[in-house]
């Protein structure tokens, strides 16, 4: 009992583990089950008892009822005797007979009686074994005797019969009554047996109950405590953990054994509280975060090299920064609201009150520049700028404002306005017409001098209004240059004719400048114009002596044509005849046409059209051919040296053919026309062809092969080229060929090539020889080209 | 007695021109065919050689001076073929060397320009042997 009770209570202290197992109501049901367990084994003891104490008294019963039967028939059987006695004493037979029979089946009657109450008997009472076998020996017995008796008695043998019921009789008697004896006295034995075994009986009853219910309440109490411990113990950490949490302790974790309801409530109380202090660390960190970024701002706003403040939407100052407080000496109390306007200087207030109420209406100016007093009572220029928050409908939350120290910004902008002061009243004294543009050109300013002169107002000439000055003959190309150096940033030269005030023109040299900035942009262009009317006066003059040797060059050029006019006159008797020939030939046609029968009139026509046409082609070449003999003063005119080399050619094709020449042209298709005499070039060409013909007169193994070529020398020369593989010439005679007078031919004045030489010269070119590789020699000259040479 | 249609129908004598001036070119065909022969016309040596008119060619009028092939030049080539065709000469150049010249390498007459009709007419009745 007591080891079973300290086994209960050990159970009870590592119960928790094992009975944490369970869900709570799982373990009540269990707990219960053991009770009621416990109760039915009390129970189960105490029944046993009962069973037991019940069968001794059904022992009890039973021996008495064993007594009682066997008492039973002994008696019946004393009776049957007694009766048979008094029978046989009265030697009635008939009665006997009856009496027999129905005595006998009383006392077998009896005998089964008693015999199935023994046999019925609980199988604790120990049974005589003498007991049924007698009385089966009298049930047995009888019936025999009796039917031997009866027969006797029939027979009325009624001493026989006495005696058979003496022997016969007496000793089941005497068996029947030891009989009893003997079961009296088993019966008394067993009687005091089973009132032994029911006192025990009653005894154990008397401890078990007390025992077993004890044990059951101890069991009860034991598996209670350990259930509800098992219930309690984890609450209360649960209520340990909340009031933890109630306290601010995030930190306390609930121990969580098991997986019942409770420890599943443990764990989520865990969780819960892990996700909570996770959240305050956070919004901990969070926080942290956002102070140390307002201390950061603080010190940037604080630190900035510049004034800044803030206010209200409705102009009230409430925030301004250090540098404010430092610069103007005051307290923020003094500043604050619309304090710091005594900080401005008096005479910038109203501007500073304009711009305010300018911020405040719709109607907002972007900066104003005012005034600020330091904390030493002096005063610096600001410049003010705002700028307002705005928030999602657009009206303003704050206003936000910087106020920048610009004093040495203005110092610098009065200085350079006073420099440029000075620099503009030496421009208007010195002794030339001065002016500066812009980039794009516009004219911007003309000097006192230069207005004074053309008589017009800074407005009116100013831009492009200048241009009213310039001579319109000069003026397109003035433009026209202006516009190239402008784009190409080259200085401008140029000279034009300048309206005076009074209405003369004179002549000015136009000189202009640019200026670029450090990255190499041109910023300015500044120039001045020189009067050079003086000069061009004089270069009028030096024209005019100029043009007089041109003249006399021209005369020399004439006597050298007509030294040739020998030589041509084949060339023209040739270009005239073919005309006339073909004039003959048609109007021998015509006539004959017309004489014929019919008159063929349309030939006739036909051929008198072609005369015409002829007549004309004669006409053409004679007028050519006057031109080219005319004296002629030099008429320079834009041509193509193409087409005058082709000319020339044409005219002395036929000589050429005559002396056998072959000639091979190699004209440039490109050539840009030049600037020249016409007539005195294609004298040139004439007179090198010729040299070039004369000297392959006596050339026999070779073809007598003659090359001309124009090509560009340059960007702005032209070359033309005259090759023969003639006789050549000597190197060392090479610079006299160009000497007046000297010649190699027999029959030649020797006058040609000084003379194209100098008309060469005075289109600007030159004009030169040099001798083959093979041989013969190549003369060549080039002239610029471009409409601006000056002949 | 042929009438002008029957006479017509006679294939005219081909008479080759040939000449680089276009003027000649122009105003001689016509004459030519007043005069009733068929004209054909070639502005230079090298196309009248290239032709296939080489064979019927009963007359050349040839131009003396012409760039590229010359006349004599093509007088001795044909001399060279073997194509004995009657040549006159034309030239502008009145001068007194060529015409001996032509004359003496086989051609039939040397008329200088312009030259009358008649005069050509009569050189080519020579040319032809019509006299």
């Given at each position: 009992?007591?080891?079973?009770?300290?086994?209960?209570?050990?159970?009870?202290?590592?119960?928790?583990?094992?009975?944490?197992?369970?869900?709570?109501?799982?373990?009540?049901?269990?707990?219960?089950?053991?009770?009621?367990?416990?109760?039915?084994?009390?129970?189960?003891?105490?029944?046993?008892?009962?069973?037991?104490?019940?069968?001794?008294?059904?022992?009890?019963?039973?021996?008495?009822?064993?007594?009682?039967?066997?008492?039973?028939?002994?008696?019946?059987?004393?009776?049957?005797?007694?009766?048979?006695?008094?029978?046989?004493?009265?030697?009635?037979?008939?009665?006997?007979?009856?009496?027999?029979?129905?005595?006998?089946?009383?006392?077998?009657?009896?005998?089964?009686?008693?015999?199935?109450?023994?046999?019925?008997?609980?199988?604790?009472?120990?049974?005589?074994?003498?007991?049924?076998?007698t009385l089966l020996a009298i049930q047995d017995e009888l019936p025999?005797?009796?039917?031997?008796?009866?027969?006797?008695?029939?027979?009325?043998?009624?001493?026989?019969?006495?005696?058979?019921?003496?022997?016969?009789?007496?000793?089941?008697?005497?068996?029947?009554?030891?009989?009893?004896?003997?079961?009296?006295?088993?019966?008394?034995?067993?009687?005091?047996?089973?009132?032994?075994?029911?006192?025990?009986?009653?005894?154990?009853?008397?401890?078990?109950?007390?025992?077993?219910?004890?044990?059951?309440?101890?069991?009860?109490?034991?598996?209670?405590?350990?259930?509800?411990?098992?219930?309690?113990?984890?609450?209360?950490?649960?209520?340990?953990?909340?009031?933890?949490?109630?306290?601010?302790?995030?930190?306390?974790?609930?121990?969580?054994?098991?997986?019942?309801?409770?420890?599943?409530?443990?764990?989520?109380?865990?969780?819960?509280?892990?996700?909570?202090?996770?959240?305050?660390?956070?919004?901990?960190?969070?926080?942290?975060?956002?102070?140390?970024?307002?201390?950061?701002?603080?010190?940037?706003?604080?630190?900035?090299?510049?004034?800044?403040?803030?206010?209200?939407?409705?102009?009230?100052?409430?925030?301004?920064?250090?540098?404010?407080?430092?610069?103007?000496?005051?307290?923020?109390?003094?500043?604050?609201?619309?304090?710091?306007?005594?900080?401005?200087?008096?005479?910038?207030?109203?501007?500073?009150?304009?711009?305010?109420?300018?911020?405040?209406?719709?109607?907002?100016?972007?900066?104003?520049?005012?005034?600020?007093?330091?904390?030493?009572?002096?005063?610096?220029?600001?410049?003010?700028?705002?700028?307002?928050?705005?928030?999602?409908?657009?009206?303003?939350?704050?206003?936000?404002?910087?106020?920048?120290?610009?004093?040495?910004?203005?110092?610098?902008?009065?200085?350079?306005?006073?420099?440029?002061?000075?620099?503009?009243?030496?421009?208007?004294?010195?002794?030339?017409?001065?002016?500066?543009?812009?980039?794009?050109?516009?004219?911007?300013?003309?000097?006192?001098?230069?207005?004074?002169?053309?008589?017009?107002?800074?407005?009116?000439?100013?831009?492009?209004?200048?241009?009213?000055?310039?001579?319109?003959?000069?003026?397109?190309?003035?433009?026209?240059?202006?516009?190239?150096?402008?784009?190409?940033?080259?200085?401008?030269?140029?000279?034009?004719?300048?309206?005076?005030?009074?209405?003369?023109?004179?002549?000015?040299?136009?000189?202009?400048?640019?200026?670029?900035?450090?990255?190499?942009?041109?910023?300015?262009?500044?120039?001045?114009?020189?009067?050079?009317?003086?000069?061009?006066?004089?270069?009028?003059?030096?024209?005019?002596?100029?043009?007089?040797?041109?003249?006399?060059?021209?005369?020399?050029?004439?006597?050298?044509?007509?030294?040739?006019?020998?030589?041509?006159?084949?060339?023209?008797?040739?270009?005239?005849?073919?005309?006339?020939?073909?004039?003959?030939?048609?109007?021998?046609?015509?006539?004959?046409?017309?004489?014929?029968?019919?008159?063929?009139?349309?030939?006739?026509?036909?051929?008198?059209?072609?005369?015409?046409?002829?007549?004309?082609?004669?006409?053409?070449?004679?007028?050519?051919?006057?031109?080219?003999?005319?004296?002629?003063?030099?008429?320079?005119?834009?041509?193509?040296?193409?087409?005058?080399?082709?000319?020339?050619?044409?005219?002395?094709?036929?000589?050429?053919?005559?002396?056998?020449?072959?000639?091979?042209?190699?004209?440039?298709?490109?050539?840009?026309?030049?600037?020249?005499?016409?007539?005195?070039?294609?004298?040139?060409?004439?007179?090198?062809?010729?040299?070039?013909?004369?000297?392959?007169?006596?050339?026999?193994?070779?073809?007598?092969?003659?090359?001309?070529?124009?090509?560009?020398?340059?960007?702005?020369?032209?070359?033309?080229?005259?090759?023969?593989?003639?006789?050549?010439?000597?190197?060392?005679?090479?610079?006299?060929?160009?000497?007046?007078?000297?010649?190699t031919k027999n029959r030649g004045m020797g006058i040609g090539l000084?003379?194209?030489?100098?008309?060469?010269?005075?289109?600007?070119?030159?004009?030169?020889?040099?001798?083959?590789?093979?041989?013969?020699?190549?003369?060549?000259?080039?002239?610029?080209?471009?409409?601006?040479?000056?002949? | 007695?042929?009438?002008?249609?029957?006479?017509?129908?006679?294939?005219?004598?081909?008479?080759?021109?040939?000449?680089?001036?276009?003027?000649?070119?122009?105003?001689?065909?016509?004459?030519?065919?007043?005069?009733?022969?068929?004209?054909?016309?070639?502005?230079?040596?090298?196309?009248?050689?290239?032709?296939?008119?080489?064979?019927?060619?009963?007359?050349?009028?040839?131009?003396?001076?012409?760039?590229?092939?010359?006349?004599?030049?093509?007088?001795?080539?044909?001399?060279?073929?073997?194509?004995?065709?009657?040549?006159?000469?034309?030239?502008?150049?009145?001068?007194?060397?060529?015409?001996?010249?032509?004359?003496?390498?086989?051609?039939?007459?040397?008329?200088?320009?312009?030259?009358?009709?008649?005069?050509?007419?009569?050189?080519?009745?020579?040319?032809?042997?019509?006299?």
């Amino acid at each position: 009992m007591i080891a079973k009770l300290l086994q209960n209570r050990r159970q009870a202290a590592d119960g928790p583990s094992r009975l944490h197992r369970l869900n709570i109501g799982s373990r009540l049901a269990l707990c219960f089950m053991l009770i009621i367990l416990a109760m039915f084994a009390g129970s189960a003891v105490l029944l046993w008892q009962f069973h037991q104490a019940r069968l001794q008294s059904e022992r009890l019963t039973g021996v008495d009822q064993e007594l009682i039967a066997v008492l039973r028939a002994h008696l019946s059987l004393m009776s049957f005797y007694e009766r048979l006695d008094v029978l046989a004493d009265a030697e009635d037979t008939n009665t006997l007979g009856e009496q027999v029979e129905v005595l006998q089946n009383a006392l077998l009657q009896d005998s089964q009686r008693s015999q199935s109450a023994l046999s019925h008997l609980p199988p604790e009472v120990r049974l005589d074994p003498t007991l049924l076998p007698t009385l089966l020996a009298i049930q047995d017995e009888l019936p025999a005797q009796l039917q031997a008796m009866a027969m006797l008695a029939k027979s009325g043998d009624w001493n026989a019969v006495r005696l058979r019921l003496a022997n016969q009789v007496r000793p089941l008697e005497a068996r029947s009554s030891l009989l009893v004896e003997n079961v009296d006295r088993e019966v008394s034995e067993e009687r005091a047996q089973a009132v032994l075994n029911i006192r025990l009986a009653q005894r154990k009853i008397f401890l078990i109950v007390p025992i077993t219910v004890a044990m059951t309440i101890v069991f009860a109490a034991l598996l209670g405590l350990a259930i509800t411990r098992s219930i309690t113990q984890p609450l209360g950490k649960l209520m340990e953990g909340s009031t933890a949490l109630a306290r601010g302790d995030f930190s306390h974790r609930v121990p969580v054994a098991g997986n019942d309801e409770i420890a599943r409530l443990g764990g989520i109380f865990n969780e819960m509280i892990a996700t909570l202090q996770t959240d305050i660390e956070e919004r901990k960190r969070a926080e942290e975060a956002l102070s140390a970024s307002e201390r950061k701002l603080e010190f940037i706003i604080n630190a900035i090299p510049g004034m800044a403040w803030s206010s209200d939407p409705d102009g009230y100052t409430d925030f301004l920064n250090q540098r404010w407080l430092d610069y103007t000496g005051l307290s923020t109390e003094q500043l604050q609201g619309w304090g710091w306007m005594a900080a401005i200087h008096p005479e910038d207030l109203k501007a500073i009150v304009e711009y305010g109420e300018s911020n405040l209406s719709s109607n907002r100016t972007a900066e104003v520049e005012a005034r600020v007093r330091r904390f030493d009572r002096t005063y610096r220029w600001f410049l003010f700028r705002t700028s307002p928050l705005l928030d999602k409908s657009g009206k303003v939350i704050r206003w936000y404002g910087t106020n920048i120290d610009i004093e040495d910004r203005k110092r610098a902008q009065e200085a350079l306005a006073a420099s440029e002061r000075e620099l503009r009243s030496i421009i208007n004294t010195i002794p030339t017409t001065a002016w500066s543009t812009r980039p794009d050109g516009y004219c911007d300013f003309l000097n006192e001098r230069w207005l004074n002169y053309a008589g017009m107002t800074p407005e009116r000439a100013q831009g492009w209004g200048w241009r009213a000055a310039i001579h319109p003959d000069d003026l397109d190309g003035l433009v026209e240059n202006w516009q190239t150096c402008l784009a190409s940033g080259t200085p401008v030269d140029s000279e034009v004719r300048m309206r005076r005030f009074d209405g003369a023109y004179r002549w000015f040299l136009l000189r202009g400048n640019p200026l670029h900035d450090e990255s190499g942009k041109i910023v300015r262009w500044y120039g001045i114009n020189i009067d050079i009317e003086d000069r061009k006066q004089v270069e009028a003059q030096n024209k005019i002596a100029e043009e007089a040797l041109n003249r006399a060059r021209s005369e020399l050029a004439h006597v050298a044509r007509v030294s040739t006019l020998n030589a041509l006159t084949a060339s023209i008797a040739h270009e005239v005849n073919q005309p006339l020939s073909g004039i003959v030939t048609n109007a021998s046609t015509c006539l004959r046409m017309l004489s014929a029968d019919p008159p063929n009139v349309d030939g006739a026509r036909e051929t008198a059209r072609r005369t015409i046409r002829d007549g004309n082609r004669a006409s053409d070449v004679v007028t050519r051919l006057r031109a080219l003999f005319s004296k002629k003063d030099v008429v320079a005119e834009v041509l193509d040296l193409n087409d005058a080399t082709r000319e020339v050619i044409a005219l002395s094709l036929s000589d050429l053919l005559r002396n056998g020449v072959i000639l091979e042209m190699q004209l440039a298709t490109d050539l840009p026309p030049v600037m020249g005499d016409r007539v005195q070039l294609q004298q040139v060409v004439m007179n090198l062809v010729r040299n070039a013909s004369d000297a392959m007169g006596n050339v026999e193994d070779r073809p007598r092969q003659l090359l001309i070529r124009t090509e560009r020398e340059d960007a702005d020369r032209l070359r033309l080229t005259v090759k023969d593989v003639g006789s050549g010439f000597a190197p060392e005679t090479a610079d006299r060929l160009f000497e007046p007078f000297f010649t190699t031919k027999n029959r030649g004045m020797g006058i040609g090539l000084s003379v194209s030489r100098s008309i060469i010269e005075a289109h600007q070119g030159r004009l030169w020889a040099a001798a083959n590789d093979g041989p013969g020699s190549t003369f060549s000259f080039s002239i610029p080209c471009g409409t601006d040479t000056k002949v | 007695m042929k009438t002008a249609q029957e006479q017509a129908a006679i294939e005219l004598p081909l008479v080759a021109i040939v000449d680089d001036d276009e003027s000649v070119r122009e105003s001689l065909p016509d004459l030519l065919r007043e005069f009733g022969f068929a004209p054909r016309t070639f502005s230079s040596a090298e196309e009248f050689l290239s032709s296939d008119s080489l064979a019927q060619t009963k007359c050349l009028l040839l131009d003396a001076f012409m760039p590229g092939m010359k006349g004599f030049d093509l007088q001795r080539e044909l001399k060279l073929r073997g194509q004995r065709i009657p040549i006159i000469f034309m030239t502008a150049n009145k001068n007194q060397t060529v015409r001996p010249q032509v004359l003496e390498q086989g051609a039939v007459e040397c008329l200088f320009k312009p030259f009358s009709d008649t005069a050509l007419l009569a050189a080519l009745k020579k040319a032809l042997g019509m006299d």
